[in-house]
């Protein structure tokens, strides 16, 4: 394994384990979350709610799995290889403060990403 494959590898692990074990992430989560009054096909309320998770950008409101954590401030630029403290510094830009992160739908996050990666801001 090459150093380019490592450092991929371990990014791709961190960032897993970033949104498996991060209550940042979690709390990003929870912060998105409205809950709406489901109505039936005439228009009445049904009396059952079910949550849904409010994108930052268009505010239109998603299920859950269409839509994902955006870093804010964008996460940067990979580490170096041997890991030094360039892997710190991309670590906590990562693993950062629940105010960096915000929900979006995976249209408007692609659309900052593609805009990120033009300004050079690697994602
Ligand atoms: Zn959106």
């Avoid at 961190?14 to 949104?19: C, L, P």
């Avoid at 299920?63 to 906590?92: C, M, R, S």
């Avoid at 739908?105 to 801001?121: F, M, N, V």
Wanted: with cysteine; hydrophobic share 35%.
């Amino acid at each position: 394994m090459n150093q380019a494959k490592a450092v991929n590898a371990i990014k791709g692990a961190v960032r897993k384990a970033f949104t498996w074990y991060s209550e940042e992430y979690k709390e990003a989560y929870k912060r998105a979350t409205v809950r709406v009054l489901i109505k039936d096909k005439d228009g009445n309320p049904t009396g059952r709610f079910r949550d849904f998770v409010e994108c930052a950008q268009c505010k239109n409101h998603f299920y859950k799995k269409d839509t994902q954590i955006d870093h804010i401030e964008p996460v940067g630029k990979a580490f170096d290889w041997p890991l030094n403290e360039t892997f710190l510094v991309w670590f906590h830009k990562l693993w950062c403060s629940v105010d960096n992160l915000q929900a979006l739908c995976k249209d408007c996050h692609s659309a900052k990403c593609k805009l990120e990666r033009k300004q050079g801001k690697y994602k």
